[in-house]
C-alpha cells in the first residue's frame, strides 16, 4: 500500500515569508508525528497527533511553528516568519496506535531551505 | 536526562568486512528501543524493534542485540548496498522517542 507522502520535497523561501508543508499519513493509521532533522543531528521531535485528542506541541521551537491535523489524516506544519535556522528537513511520521513503541513509518521529508 | 549516543559518527568498511554500530543510551523505564536505516534524501526506515535486554533479532546480513546499557547493530558480510545512515531510538516511559545523531556506514567495493 501506499506509504508516507510528503510535499513539497524541496522548498526553497526567503527570510522573513511563510510556509506550508504537508504530510499524508498512511490510510489507518492513527497517530502523526513531525520531526525536524538538521546536517549532523539526531530527529528533534515537535508535535504528536492522536486521533481526535489534543495534540503534544512539546516540541514545537517557539510560536512560529504550528500544525494542524484535518479529519485526522492529511497534516500541515506552518513555519511563520521564517529564519535561516529554520532551514532542515523535516520528516512526518505515522504509526497504527497511540505512539511510542508502535513502528513509526516516515515520509520522504521536505528539505527547507531559507535564503 | 534521557540521552543516546551513538558511535561512531562515521565508519568505513570493505566489503566482506563485518563491524557493529554501537547505541548507548541512559533513560528511565525503556520501553523499547528501535533501528532505523536512512539513505541520501529519504525518510528513516525501519529495521528492528528490541524491547528486553538479552533480546536479538535478524534480517539479513544486520543482527541487532539489547542489553541494560546499550543496544549493537552487528552487519556480517556487508555489501556495499548497505552503505547508509543508521540510527537508534529509545522509547522512554512518556511517548516520545529519542534519537541518536546516527553512524554513517560507507562499503567500499
Known amino acids: 500500500g501506499a506509504g508516507v507522502s510528503q510535499s513539497p520535497s524541496n522548498k526553497v523561501t526567503e527570510k522573513g515569508k511563510d510556509v506550508e508543508l504537508r504530510c499524508d499519513p498512511i490510510?489507518?493509521?492513527?497517530?502523526l508525528y513531525w520531526y525536524r532533522q538538521s546536517l549532523g543531528q539526531g530527529l528533534e521531535f515537535l508535535i504528536y497527533?492522536?486521533?481526535?485528542?489534543?495534540?503534544?506541541k512539546s516540541g514545537l521551537p517557539s510560536d512560529r511553528f504550528s500544525a494542524e491535523r484535518t479529519g485526522g489524516s492529511v497534516s500541515t506544519l506552518t513555519i511563520q516568519r521564517t529564519q535561516q535556522e529554520d532551514s532542515a528537513v523535516y520528516l512526518c511520521?505515522?504509526?497504527?496506535?497511540?505512539?511510542?513503541?508502535?513502528?513509526?513509518?516516515f515520509g520522504p521529508g521536505t528539505r527547507l531551505t531559507v535564503l | 536526562e534521557d540521552q543516546v549516543t551513538q558511535s561512531p559518527e562515521a565508519l568505513r568498511l570493505q566489503e566482506g568486512e563485518s563491524s557493529s554500530l554501537n547505541c548507548s543510551y541512559t533513560?528511565?523505564?525503556?520501553?523499547?528501543l528501535f533501528w532505523y536505516r536512512q539513505d541520501p534524501g529519504k525518510g528513516p526506515e525501519f529495521l528492528f524493534t528490541?524491547?528486553?535486554?538479552?533480546e536479538e533479532k535478524e534480517k539479513e546480513r544486520l543482527k541487532a542485540t539489547l542489553t541494560k546499557k546499550e543496544s549493537f547493530l552487528h552487519i556480517t558480510a556487508p555489501k556495499p548496498e548497505d552503505s547508509a545512515t543508521y540510527l537508534c531510538?529509545?522509547?522512554?516511559?512518556?511517548?516520545?522517542?529519542?534519537w541518536g545523531a546516527g553512524t554513517k556506514l560507507i562499503i567500499k567495493p
Open positions: 497527533f492522536q486521533g481526535n485528542s489534543a495534540p503534544d
Open positions: 528490541l524491547y528486553s535486554a538479552g
Open positions: 511520521a505515522s504509526s497504527l496506535y497511540r505512539g511510542g513503541t508502535d513502528t513509526q513509518y
Open positions: 531510538a529509545v522509547h522512554p516511559s512518556n511517548y516520545q522517542l529519542i
Open positions: 490510510s489507518g493509521h492513527t497517530a
Open positions: 533513560v528511565s523505564g525503556l520501553r523499547g
